[in-house]
């Protein structure tokens, strides 16, 4: 059962969250999807009797709170969050669209995040979860706060048009390769509705470019003029030689390890960067982020 401390750092990371979101109070409760009621309650700070256990929980896993002791986690300038904030304050200021194709384990997903965590109308969409059409679409949908839950082709309507008239949209799909071709020809069509005032941005691993390619090599439909539309090339930052992505990689580890490790000398920094270099993945030359998170919670 959640505790009273929970609840009211839930509390706080929704009504904090408010001032992201262009919408009414009506739009952004629904975007959270609670009712509109709820949200008034919440924001006069009440915790009793209101949400469903298991609502206060879906809060708490969409603004990633904490439930333990452990400290949050500190966010590390590496190269790879200072790129992709780049691109993507980019492509929201401009209404313009970008593909970032990197090795896996980089810190891509985590730049995402934060950054529609921290910038207003924009939504991070992880498509492993939502690979077809319709769930890829009604997702959006709700995260704008728009209704997803009626007939399919009025909640494509009302999207677009919300796309077309809210200041400076973004989304972010990460994990782009998982979605299946009946959506991706949605992204499509839903990049021409919006053309100009949204902004889109594609991140995925080796994969994902290897699946475009494939798909225009083939002259699937659709997969060309989206690529020119996505501004025709991959991005993407980390080095493709072994040992120049070798240290590019172990140098954002010992950031991340230095901004969550304050305390820790130059011998046991070495050591914990090889430690997270040990890898079952051959391809993947460097210090894996993931074993670097492991590691220092450890």
């Given at each position: 059962?959640?505790?009273?401390?929970?609840?009211?750092?839930?509390?706080?990371?929704?009504?904090?969250?408010?001032?992201?979101?262009?919408?009414?109070?009506?739009?952004?409760?629904?975007?959270?999807?609670?009712?509109?009621?709820?949200?008034?309650?919440?924001?006069?700070?009440?915790?009793?009797?209101?949400?469903?256990?298991?609502?206060?929980?879906?809060?708490?896993?969409?603004?990633?709170?904490?439930?333990?002791?452990?400290?949050?986690?500190?966010?590390?300038?590496?190269?790879?969050?200072?790129?992709?904030?780049?691109?993507?304050?980019?492509?929201?200021?401009?209404?313009?669209?970008?593909?970032?194709?990197?090795?896996?384990?980089?810190?891509?997903?985590?730049?995402?995040?934060?950054?529609?965590?921290?910038?207003?109308?924009?939504?991070?969409?992880?498509?492993?979860?939502?690979?077809?059409?319709?769930?890829?679409?009604?997702?959006?949908?709700?995260?704008?706060?728009?209704?997803?839950?009626?007939?399919?082709?009025?909640?494509?309507?009302?999207?677009?048009?919300?796309?077309?008239?809210?200041?400076?949209?973004?989304?972010?799909?990460?994990?782009?390769?998982?979605?299946?071709?009946?959506?991706?020809?949605?992204?499509?069509?839903?990049?021409?509705?919006?053309?100009?005032?949204?902004?889109?941005?594609?991140?995925?691993?080796?994969?994902?470019?290897?699946?475009?390619?494939?798909?225009?090599?083939?002259?699937?439909?659709?997969?060309?003029?989206?690529?020119?539309?996505?501004?025709?090339?991959?991005?993407?930052?980390?080095?493709?030689?072994k040992d120049e992505r070798r240290e590019f990689l172990d140098n954002q580890a010992a950031m991340i390890i230095k901004a969550n490790a304050a305390k820790i000398n130059s011998e046991d920094l070495h050591k914990l960067i090889v430690k997270c270099n040990a890898t079952k993945d051959k391809a993947m030359t460097g210090a894996s982020l993931t074993r670097v998170k492991i590691e220092i919670k450890k």
């Amino acid at each position: 059962m959640l505790t009273e401390q929970i609840k009211h750092r839930i509390i706080k990371a929704v009504v904090d969250n408010r001032s992201l979101f262009s919408g009414s109070d009506a739009k952004y409760a629904n975007s959270l999807g609670i009712n509109p009621a709820i949200y008034n309650r919440l924001k006069k700070n009440e915790t009793e009797r209101i949400m469903a256990e298991h609502k206060w929980i879906t809060l708490a896993r969409r603004f990633e709170i904490r439930f333990g002791n452990e400290p949050e986690w500190i966010t590390a300038k590496t190269p790879v969050f200072t790129y992709i904030e780049k691109q993507l304050q980019f492509c929201k200021k401009e209404g313009a669209s970008g593909i970032y194709c990197d090795k896996a384990d980089v810190g891509k997903t985590h730049a995402a995040k934060e950054f529609a965590r921290s910038n207003r109308n924009v939504v991070y969409v992880d498509c492993s979860q939502v690979k077809s059409k319709q769930k890829l679409v009604r997702l959006i949908a709700r995260e704008f706060g728009v209704d997803h839950t009626g007939k399919y082709s009025e909640v494509y309507a009302d999207l677009v048009y919300y796309l077309k008239v809210i200041d400076t949209p973004l989304i972010i799909l990460d994990e782009a390769g998982d979605v299946d071709y009946s959506a991706f020809l949605e992204l499509k069509a839903m990049w021409n509705a919006a053309e100009g005032n949204c902004g889109w941005y594609m991140i995925g691993a080796d994969g994902l470019e290897a699946k475009w390619n494939r798909a225009m090599g083939n002259k699937k439909v659709g997969y060309a003029e989206l690529f020119r539309r996505y501004g025709s090339r991959y991005q993407r930052i980390v080095p493709e030689g072994k040992d120049e992505r070798r240290e590019f990689l172990d140098n954002q580890a010992a950031m991340i390890i230095k901004a969550n490790a304050a305390k820790i000398n130059s011998e046991d920094l070495h050591k914990l960067i090889v430690k997270c270099n040990a890898t079952k993945d051959k391809a993947m030359t460097g210090a894996s982020l993931t074993r670097v998170k492991i590691e220092i919670k450890k």
